[in-house]
């Protein structure tokens, strides 16, 4: 209960610090939107000339690629921290969050509030509620809870990968070009019907590297495209619980090395 | 010197071009989905496409302008003055970085290729004399570039960052280049403006006289248009870089 208590007393701390530069903020946000819907420009224009992607209309495509923007984007509102560990490492910077009392990892996340993760959050939200207007699910109940749960599963996905790559740098020096191609491979093959990649791939995105759990898998239960998919349905209604394991794992990595953690210069 | 510093992260150097090969994979699947079997629409075949869209983010890669990083940096941490100091004139001093950082990236391109064509898919030059104007309009689409991205770079003498710039840039002049969609399958309005911006010249346009799209007459106006933006962008620089040495006076203080 303290530990929450305190954990939200320095996301305060960080969003007022932030706050002091107004304009800055904001500008950080309004990047973070452009550069993340510019990427559906690119679909957009493919598809004012060609009616659909593999049986997948501008809507169809719209929910999925929303719904992965919102994931990635709540993300890194969440975890921005953690990206920013690596520097940390190098700088000598980290070593203060190992003499506090509040896990590390919460004080990680709740150092500096991510800005233009906010118009990532808010790009991701507004393509999203588009889409929805365009392909007009029916939600019920049922599938509202799931859609909650899979955004969660989502995120935990996300944060996952990318503290298996944070702790990776408290051993190699220069991780950002692999936390870099971890993104793009997400974006990459994440916000598209991954069917069109091929067999070989899809297994490699959905067994490898969980990347069809975070919006691929979601999309095609609500837009009702199971049967589309090389796996059982049944996999893809499951893809909340994978987030949990694959964050659970990452987290118990964590852990481990952090106990092993050797300040910079040794 | 450049070279040798851009050689050491070949760690970070092969992973991009991972990440290159990947976003080459990715447009191929997309574009083979989206003709959904037909061989061509609108005259466009497919095999033409893939390779357009290949070496359009090959070329684009190979010539990213880095200086404009180059030059926010030296903007921000000061060390322009000992620059400026040197016998060397500035602006030349950047673009030598520029040609060092894209010469280390030649070699990667002899790994790059035979992946891309794998992974993607090239095709030869339509005919001897193509690959030769080919070959010139590459030289006047890389003075373009350099000069684009010396103009982003002498902005940060007014903003001190320009990495969001860049980044969005990235973006902007991949599309506008037709390394995504080829602009002929572009709306009218937006084939428009892409016409008259200076990124078609960036790839388009040498892939059009190498895949043999334009004929005689039209060939020589491609290369005019890139004549005149080579021209157009460095008169630009010219003039912020006239401009920005007297603001360099008020940091100095």
């Known amino acids: 209960m303290q530990t929450l208590a305190i954990t939200l007393d320095l996301a305060g701390a960080a969003i007022r610090s932030r706050m002091q530069y107004r304009a800055n903020f904001l500008m950080m946000v309004a990047f973070g939107l452009v550069y993340q819907t510019t990427g559906f420009v690119f679909i957009w224009t493919v598809l004012t000339r060609f009616e659909s992607i593999a049986g997948w209309t501008l809507g169809d495509i719209a929910f999925l690629y929303g719904l992965r923007l919102l994931v990635h984007g709540l993300t890194a509102v969440l975890f921005g921290g953690v990206s920013r560990v690596r520097w940390q490492v190098r700088e000598g910077l980290f070593d203060r969050y190992l003499v506090r009392p509040l896990p590390a990892l919460l004080q990680v996340n709740t150092m500096e509030l991510p800005a233009a993760s906010f118009g990532d959050l808010l790009g991701g939200v507004t393509l999203f509620l588009a889409a929805n207007a365009l392909v007009g699910i029916d939600y019920s109940p049922l599938a509202l809870g799931y859609l909650g749960l899979a955004i969660v599963g989502g995120v935990l996905i996300e944060a996952a990968l990318q503290l298996v790559i944070a702790t990776l740098s408290f051993r190699l020096i220069e991780t950002g070009s692999l936390a870099f191609f971890v993104e793009e491979l997400f974006s990459n093959f994440g916000n598209y019907p991954m069917k069109i990649f091929g067999g070989a791939a899809q297994a490699i995105l959905t067994w490898g590297l969980p990347v069809a759990f975070v919006a691929y898998f979601p999309a095609t239960v609500l837009l009702a495209r199971t049967d589309e998919l090389a796996v059982h349905p049944a996999v893809a209604y499951g893809a909340p619980i994978v987030g949990v394991l694959w964050f659970g794992a990452a987290y118990l990595f964590w852990r481990r090395e952090l106990r092993q953690y050797k300040s910079a210069g040794h | ?253």
Not at chain 2, 97 to 126: C, F, H, M, N, S
Not at chain 2, 136 to 153: D, F, K, Q
């Open chain 2, 1 to 253: 010197m450049w070279m040798r510093t851009c050689i050491t992260y070949r760690f970070s150097w092969s992973l991009d071009m991972l990440g290159l090969l990947l976003q080459i994979y990715t447009l191929k699947m997309i574009w083979t989905a989206v003709y959904a079997g037909r061989d061509q629409v609108d005259g466009v075949p497919l095999d033409g496409l893939i390779a357009q869209l290949t070496f359009a983010n090959l070329l684009l890669w190979v010539m990213y302008p880095m200086l404009a990083g180059y030059l926010e940096e030296r903007v921000r941490e000061g060390t322009l003055a000992l620059e400026l100091a040197r016998p060397a004139p500035f602006l030349g001093q950047m673009v030598a970085a520029q040609i060092g950082d894209t010469a280390a990236g030649l070699p990667l391109v002899v790994v790059a290729l035979p992946l891309a064509y794998l992974l993607g898919g090239l095709l030869p030059p339509a005919s001897p004399a193509a690959g030769l104007l080919f070959a010139v309009s590459l030289g006047l689409a890389y003075a373009i570039v350099v000069m684009t991205g010396l103009v982003i770079g002498l902005v940060s003498f007014w903003t001190t960052e320009v990495g969001g710039v860049m980044t969005i840039h990235a973006f902007v002049s991949r599309f506008f280049a037709g390394a995504l969609v080829p602009l002929s399958f572009f709306p009218p309005w937006l084939g428009t403006i892409a016409g008259l911006l200076p990124f078609q010249a960036q790839a388009s346009i040498p892939l059009a006289l190498y895949l043999g799209r334009a004929d005689g007459l039209e060939s020589v106006r491609l290369l005019a248009t890139q004549l005149f933006w080579v021209v157009a962008l460095l008169g630009l620089a010219r003039v912020l870089w006239r401009l920005a040495l007297r603001r360099v006076v008020v940091y100095g203080g």
